[in-house]
């Protein structure tokens, strides 16, 4: 860390810093261009489709069912083929993806704001707050995640705002930790004691001299989560406790799929494509920022279950 | 060490006491059993005799403490469906999970072990990458997903192994390996860490100084001590093992605790699903409270910080 005592984050310079030599991390390695490529294809796949002519992820044809990729049938040529139902799986591939993404991007927004606020909280009050939050962490960790989400996913009820609501609710953790332990070290730094010595507020010490500080640390930690939460969502929906059908989910494609992995595997394995493409492009990228020292999580890219 | 052994004591009781606190509330969100236990045609008044005999008529606090003194003595309440004692259906699941879950553990250190000896004494570099490599990439594919093509694999195309259900040790091994090979990235990254920071030390040199081949100090003197921050590691991570068993269960119709959880919930018999996370916290908090244990006596400065 590399704060000025003059109290201005040097946050903004820092993070251009950071995404240059992110870039120079991720063209220097192969595995870096690979994972950017895959992380952009499923994106166009995500976002192009839905815009074409022939998107339909809902209507039913059962006199195309479990059309094989490429299969042309009455002039229609189906990319993905489609499932026993006949529905076009290209469409709900791209739909399922479109959901997976606002979900998640959501879930990481809602989990990052009450880990920072917690996390500086705690960080910069000490005492009481800081044993009450950090008894609240451990707590939660004392339970695996999954099953938290399914038991908490079972009582609530499954819905696309419960669901992006539990998956937030449970992910503060590791935000509210780095946030923390940077709050404690900020808080003895020159520029912070020169603006309590001077009666500003804690409340404005930790919106002006905390909050920029951590921020783009935890940026990147939400773009680590951010496949982390992809997944969690994939298998709640895969164990059928996610979204919900009409709607396409990749973890309910999957799921679908598995009775026919003997004569139609496609079914399953392009939704699963679809989530390792996503997952791995974004955790290797963000493996790109970390490795880059801002912050150091210590542990390989994932996917959590 | 009696001290820290108190201490830690005490940490995972309070533990045990807030996830049962959760669960209770939980089962108040999901809102009035007796109307899910009444069919729909129930008069106001067998509502209310049924409340007053599960005690829903008196306030929350009484309702806390007896849930408490019911599951001090055992009582998790009757499953909805079976009407037999919740915890009577988990206990009956439990040897399962511990099977998959015990397996997959020695199954994931011993593949750590073989494969990281393997890339510590292999003179090619661009082997050493290519596995850690698959080793990333293992990590980047969803647990049911990788699961799903394990048995895509060796069961559909292969035929070698079964895809579902328990009993011989051929059903074990797909489901083992699934979990097995998750943190096998960390795994590695660790155990070679661990091997590169006995390389600089004094005995090392000494040895090597009297002679003795690379191989042999790998082997005889250097490995003892790498392996234990790699149990440790494996111990915490037995804890969150128990989690992705969990959806492991359920792609391979393993018949453990989490596949019951999963088709309780979708019987909506909450009891059971009570039980059945309560269960699994509990076998989670005693891990970690023996792995703490066995740590503390293992290296002293654990017990004395």
């Known amino acids: 860390m590399s704060t000025t005592d003059m109290g201005k984050p040097l946050a903004t310079t820092r993070s251009f810093a950071g995404l240059r030599s992110a870039l120079h991390i991720i063209t220097q390695s192969y595995s870096m261009m690979l ?29 195309v069912s479990l059309a094989t990729p490429f299969e042309t049938i009455d002039g229609r040529t189906y990319i993905f083929g489609t499932d026993t139902l006949g529905r076009d799986l290209l469409s709900r591939v791209a739909l399922a993806g479109r959901v997976s993404l606002l979900i998640g991007v959501s879930a990481v927004a809602i ?66 930790r780095v946030a923390r332990a940077m709050a404690l070290s900020l808080r003895e730094r020159e520029f912070v004691l020169s603006a309590v010595t001077q009666g500003a507020s804690a409340a404005w010490n930790i919106r002006k001299h905390l909050l920029p500080n951590v921020l783009p640390q935890m940026l990147i930690v939400g773009s680590f989560e951010l496949g982390q939460i992809i ?31 003997e004569t139609d595997p496609w079914i399953a394995l392009l939704p699963g494509i679809a989530i390792f493409m996503l997952v791995t492009g974004v955790q290797f990228l963000s493996q790109a920022f970390t490795s880059e020292g801002q912050f150091d999580l210590a542990s390989p890219p994932k996917a959590s279950t | 060490m009696l001290k820290f052994l108190l201490r830690r004591l005490l940490q995972s009781i309070l533990t045990v006491f807030g996830v049962l606190t959760a669960a209770f509330f939980l089962v108040r969100l999901a ?31 009484v309702q806390y403490g007896k849930f408490i003194a019911n599951v001090l003595q055992g009582d998790l309440g009757l499953s909805l469906r ?21 397996t997959a553990f020695v199954l994931g250190l011993v593949l750590a072990f073989a494969i990281g000896l393997i890339m510590r004494l292999t003179p090619s570099p661009r082997l050493r990458a290519f596995i850690m490599w698959l080793a990333f990439i293992r990590q980047a594919i969803p647990v049911f997903f990788f699961g799903l093509l394990m048995i895509l694999l060796f069961s559909v195309t292969l035929g070698w192994l079964p895809s579902l259900g328990r009993g011989t040790i051929q059903h074990l091994i797909l489901p083992a390996l699934t979990l097995a090979t998750y943190e096998l990235a960390l795994y590695l990254r660790l155990f070679n860490s661990a091997l590169g920071e006995q390389q600089g030390q004094d005995y090392v040199r000494t040895a090597y100084a009297k002679g003795q081949t690379r191989t042999k100090i790998i082997l005889r003197h250097m490995l003892p001590n790498a392996l234990l921050p790699l149990v440790t590691i494996a111990g915490i991570n037995l804890g969150m093992l128990l989690g992705s068993a969990v959806v492991t269960e359920t792609v391979f119709s393993w018949p453990g605790v989490g596949r019951l959880i999963v088709q309780s919930v979708s019987q909506r018999d909450y009891p059971v699903v009570i039980a059945g996370v309560l269960m699994i916290s509990l076998v989670f908090v005693l891990i970690n409270l023996i792995v703490d244990l066995l740590y503390a006596v293992l290296d002293p400065r654990v017990r004395l910080s």
């Open chain 2, 82 to 102: 079976q009407r037999v004692p919740a915890l009577d259906l988990v206990l009956e699941r439990l040897p399962a999970t511990l099977e998959l879950a015990l």
């Open chain 2, 31 to 61: 809102g009035d059993p007796s109307v899910l236990l009444l069919p729909v045609e129930a008069t106001d008044e067998d509502i209310a005799l049924l409340r007053s005999e599960l005690g829903l008529d008196q306030s929350l606090i």
């Open chain 1, 111 to 176: 989990s990052l704001v009450i880990g920072v606020f917690l996390g500086l909280v705690a960080g910069f009050f000490r005492g009481v707050v800081e044993s009450a939050v950090m008894g609240l962490a451990d707590l939660q960790l004392s339970i695996p995640r999954v099953l938290l989400l399914i038991a908490v996913a079972a009582i609530v009820g499954p819905s696309i705002a419960n669901l992006t609501i539990l998956l937030g609710l449970t992910s503060w953790v590791v935000y509210g």
């Open chain 1, 35 to 63: 994972a950017a490529l895959l992380l952009l294809a499923v994106l166009l796949l995500i976002i192009i489709v839905p815009l074409t002519p022939g998107y339909d992820p809902y209507s039913q044809n059962l006199a």
């Open chain 1, 231 to 261: 997944v969690f969502e994939a298998s709640l929906s895969y164990l059928g406790l996610g979204i919900q059908p009409p709607l396409p989910s990749w973890g309910m494609m999957i799921s679908e799929g598995q009775e026919y992995l």
